[in-house]
């Protein structure tokens, strides 16, 4: 190094290293060694990266007191950000040339971006902030992103469920599932060694109908004896008769008809109102 | 706001904006309307962002003249770094009991964990630092989150190519390819809407072997009327005989052998020896 660490220059690697490395506790004595700097005044540096982020309504910095403490960065999004994320999410699938054949809607271009998928990651982290995750699940090809996205903000690993045996996973535990939509009997299967007997799972998926996918993966779930911590999906759309999951978080919901014409009715799902209470802001 | 905005705040906002929006010019009007400060102020915030981050090898922040300038963060790995990454990806996979039939080596814990991810995103990313890349380009499942990382910190777009028709993804053009390793021709395809003509493309996928699906992406990229820029892989495993693409990037190299007993060793690729000169550091 042959810079001279000055506190401005601490201000940005700790702000680097916290967003980089979020729910992770670092303790003052790596900071202060990493810096050459005083213990007092990393706790200094830290003060004010957490006022910083919660005025800006970014995300808390907490501080554990003790001999093994030290602080970590949470990424959350205040209410005001939130609803402003799902007013953008809204007007971006509110296009009825999204709609496809069979009432689905296109939505692959929207999780392909890197800007949206980094405002979903952190604000469907804001849900599971203060919940024990373990590990996030989705299936294959979708839900991906997604659920890379919220894995990345609360810095948790992610497994893949797949629909079909593949060689290059090794040896598998599957389950049959009753797709809601189509009726038809369907497989899906777990590389039996991604998840812990035990495990903690938030299960992320990009579309909800019927509910058989996600219905499907709480059997995994209970096959590999993990728990359910909860469930959340981008978008929800209509469902006629009951679904086979309640309780499933979505950030949007889209409302389809193809008669007499294209029709698509895109508005904020459930998110806001789950999430938040009235006190929040 | 609450907050009077001091130096310290905007460096702390500054270092957070940067990291969020890689490779996004955003000009010293808008950081000084954003934190009500002089635009000499926030310019010399800027250097000190600058500064800091080339001291700690982590990237680079530039800045444009005139009027339409303003400043921008590339996440570029220095040699150093980059060593330093390679070496404990090598460690991670260099275990026999990753060993799957058929000279597979299983990766999918590797590929759903955070840090391995943001550490190979900004590795790959380096690559392309100074190269015309509109949008990523993978085939499902497993070059997924690869994909989307380096996506993420070049801050462009990634689309999916999928292996077989789905409806929810409208029309799609397709190609057959050959896969290398077993021969048999198979199907590949891509939504007409993702990918646009004359688009700059760079292909990122988990594992190499004969390059057959390699090949098939791009043709598909041909189709398209787009570019191949480049193309980067997190393994390249051993093939005998000829691979039908040369030219591309692997991070690690593995040799396996099933018989007399298991075996597996892993090494650095390419990656270093093509992206870094003697000169670099």
């Known amino acids: 190094m042959n810079m001279k660490i000055r506190r401005s220059n601490r201000l940005v690697d700790l702000t680097r290293f916290l967003l980089e490395n979020p729910h992770k506790l670092v303790s003052l004595k790596e900071f202060s060694e990493r810096y050459g700097a005083a213990k007092s005044s990393i706790s200094e540096d830290l003060s004010i990266v ?4 919660s005025e800006f309504g970014l995300g808390q910095v907490a501080t554990v007191p003790g001999a093994s403490g030290g602080a970590y960065f949470a990424p959350k999004y205040s209410k005001e950000n939130a609803t402003q994320v799902i007013t953008e999410l809204v007007e971006l699938v509110d296009d009825s040339s999204r709609l496809l054949p069979g009432g689905y809607v296109y939505l692959s271009d929207l999780l392909g971006r890197p800007e949206i998928l980094r405002k979903v990651g952190q604000l469907i982290a804001t849900q599971y902030l ?11 090809t979708k839900g991906i992103p997604l659920a890379q996205s919220v894995a990345m903000y609360l810095n948790k690993p992610f497994v893949i469920v797949r629909n079909s045996s593949h060689i290059t996973e090794g040896s598998t535990v599957s389950v049959n599932y009753v797709s809601g939509s189509s009726k038809r009997i369907k497989k ?13 799972v ?12 996600m219905k499907g993966m709480q059997s995994l779930i209970r096959e590999f004896d993990a728990n359910l911590v909860g469930m959340n999906v981008f978008a929800e759309g209509e469902f006629s008769g009951e679904r086979l999951v309640t309780g499933c978080t979505s950030l949007i919901k889209v409302t389809t008809k193809e008669e007499p014409s294209d029709y698509l009715k895109a508005e904020p799902g459930n998110f806001l ?4 209470t009235e006190a929040d802001n």
Request: hydrophobic share 40%.
């Open 50 to 53: 957490k006022k910083t982020m």
């Open 130 to 140: 203060d919940r024990d995750v373990d590990v996030i699940m989705t299936i294959e």
């Open 188 to 200: 899906m299967e777990l590389s039996r060694r991604t998840l812990k007997q035990g495990a903690n």
């Open 202 to 213: 938030v299960i992320i998926d990009d579309f909800l109908k019927g509910g058989g996918t």
């Open 273 to 276: 109102t789950k999430v938040f």
